[in-house]
């Protein structure tokens, strides 16, 4: 079945499948961003020289809008870092310690590796779990 862009953005706002769709116009057509993620939802790329943006669709949020960002690092030790981490939640059940073997060649580097080990271990952790859920929000 062939639509045109906006025939299939309404589709994909109210959520029906465009699986077997065909978009006659998708790469003559500029596309606003809320649109392209709505099809992207649906399985349908837009290129990206196709999507546009305007500050008119962003809605004012208060929680991040009245909040004065700072683009100054944190300044933390690593205790303050493991600290930090321990009190950020964890999801799904218990933690079960996992071994990953790694190699690197140079011993220098193995060797700060092996001395930082548990520092690594928190933060590897926490990366691959990041690494996961982008995995999962990509394939869904």
């Known amino acids: 079945m062939k639509v045109k862009v906006e025939q299939a953005i309404e589709m994909a706002r109210n959520n029906e499948s465009l699986k077997g769709v065909t978009i006659e116009d998708l790469n003559d057509t500029q596309i606003r961003a809320a649109d392209a993620l709505a099809l992207a939802e649906q399985g349908i790329l837009v290129p990206e020289q196709n999507i546009y943006y305007s500050d008119k ?9 009245d909040i004065e960002w700072s683009k100054e690092p944190l300044k933390m030790t690593w205790e ?19 071994s990953v073997k790694i190699k690197i060649a ?8 092996n001395e930082h080990a548990d520092k690594m271990g928190q933060i590897l952790g926490n990366f691959i779990v990041d690494i996961y859920k982008a995995n999962r929000i990509i394939k869904d």
């Open 57 to 65: 669709d962003i809605a004012y949020d208060p929680d991040f809008d």
């Open 80 to 98: 303050e870092k493991m600290q930090l981490a321990e009190k950020m939640p964890t999801y799904g059940g218990s933690e079960e310690e996992i």
């Open 106 to 113: 140079d011993g220098e580097i193995r060797q700060w590796v």
